[in-house]
């Protein structure tokens, strides 16, 4: 029999708070994190606009987790992420924890690791060909796998249950959590840890330079004059616990992570399906698996990443869910207000849904100014909005077409 699974904990650390509190306030006052970058640059590229996490000075990697920790500022982000998320969960002390894990998302993790080893190689080489080996510590290996995110967290919190890294690119925190959802619905799991973070990198920014999909200012999700993405760094997790296990222990619960929906468009590596049928195959299949009617959806956090495509689809892919109803939910991106954040993206989405269902309220589309007419959709602008909130959609997509959406609801 497949349990009910419930999110006992949350923690961020994001370009608007590190905190749940300050998160929220931040998000519902429509506030735009975007600036000009101070602490990351890439050569060639100045005057890079992105949204930056300032990371309190007691979420500093230990000398004995990396020498540098500016190459490590991605596990630095999920570090400080579980660690509240653990802390908010109020796990009792000395329980059992092998059956507790980890699923974390990423898109591009320790980049910044490799792209250093590679640069040493390379200088190393120049200056003394046939010792380059010898500018290598004997931990490079290691700082450099990206399955360490988790395997951090689960050292961390000495957890034995399940620890994998989930890279399905931009939809990466949305997979990591459904994924987790699977192994404590299944029984598999007691608990897991779930989400996803990503620091900014130099391929990443030069990557989508090339591309010409770099806003030119700040993120405007379905704005006529939207010209693209802007990038932010952060982490979120969240505890995914039985329902039952919860009660028994009387945790705090958010709400229920009542099931998802996949979906690949197979159509471009990058560009969406130009009629969001795969945004739709997602969204419905969350409603299907879950037994929830469309009519019952009060919110949808879109994927809302301000390119003149992306948004186009999920409009279109509202209205082929929700008919003439998709104009009455209101939808909005909090990226307007974060940037993208990548692989952390969707778990950052999912901890602003959770809020959302507690405070009974939705956060804004912020730097909407003149709707685009083709995205013809309630898309709370300005600032967020008081309301009933009885279920919420969260989706997410990624490179290569593939779609996760998460089905979260209240629970009385």
């Known amino acids: 029999m497949k349990r ?46 992105g949204a930056e996490v300032e990371l309190p000075a007691a979420d500093a990697l230990p000398p004995e987790v990396d020498l540098d920790e500016r190459r490590s500022r991605c596990a630095a982000l999920a570090l400080a992420a579980a660690r509240r998320a653990w802390t908010d969960a109020a796990w009792p002390p000395g329980a059992d924890l092998g059956s507790v894990g980890v699923v974390m998302g990423s898109t591009m993790a320790e ?18 060909p046939g010792h380059w080996l010898d500018s290598l510590d004997a931990g490079f290996l ?3 796998n990206n399955h360490r995110l988790p395997a951090l967290i689960a050292a961390q919190h000495e957890l034995g249950g399940p620890v994998m890294l989930n890279a399905t690119a931009c939809s990466s925190g949305n997979a990591a959590t459904a994924w987790a959802y699977d192994l404590v619905a299944s029984g598999a799991a007691t608990a897991m840890l779930a989400g996803g973070a990503d620091s900014f990198t130099r391929l990443i920014y030069a990557g989508f330079h090339r591309m010409g999909a770099l806003s ?11 010209d693209g993405v802007s990038f932010g760094e952060g982490a979120a997790m969240v505890m995914l616990e039985d329902l039952e296990h919860a009660r028994r222990r009387g945790a705090r619960i958010y709400a229920e992570l009542a099931g998802y929906g996949v979906s ?15 945004f739709a195959r997602a969204m419905n299949q969350a409603l299907t698996s879950t037994g929830t009617a469309a009519g019952e959806i009060s919110y ?3 994927h809302g990443t301000g390119t003149p495509y992306n948004d186009v689809g999920e409009a279109r892919a509202m209205k082929a869910v929700f008919a003439e109803r998709a104009r009455q939910i209101p939808i909005s991106s909090i990226k307007s207000m974060i940037g993208h954040t990548n692989g952390a993206a969707g778990a950052i989405e999912t901890v602003a849904c959770a809020l959302a269902l507690g405070h009974q309220a939705v956060p804004p589309t912020a730097n909407l100014e003149e709707p685009d007419p083709e995205c013809d959709l309630d898309c709370v602008p300005g600032r967020g909005r008081e309301m009933r909130v009885e279920t919420c959609l969260n989706l997410g997509a990624g490179f290569g077409g593939f779609n996760v959406c998460v089905l979260l609801k209240r629970v009385p």
Do not use: Y
């Open 4 to 49: 009910r699974v419930v999110i006992t904990g949350c923690g961020v650390v994001t370009p608007a708070g590190t905190e749940l509190d300050p998160f929220w306030s931040a998000l519902m006052s429509g506030s735009c994190f975007i600036a000009p970058l101070r602490g990351f640059s890439c050569l060639g590229m100045e005057g890079l606009m």
């Open 216 to 226: 030119k200012s700040v993120c405007r999700p379905f704005d006529r004059r939207r």
């Open 264 to 278: 690949n468009d197979a159509h471009h590596i990058t560009a969406p399906e130009p009629n969001g049928e795969g």
């Open 142 to 144: 290691v700082r450099a």
């Open 111 to 128: 980049e910044r690791q490799v792209t250093d080893l590679s640069d040493r190689g390379k200088t190393r080489a120049q200056a003394h």
């Open 300 to 302: 949808v956090s879109a």
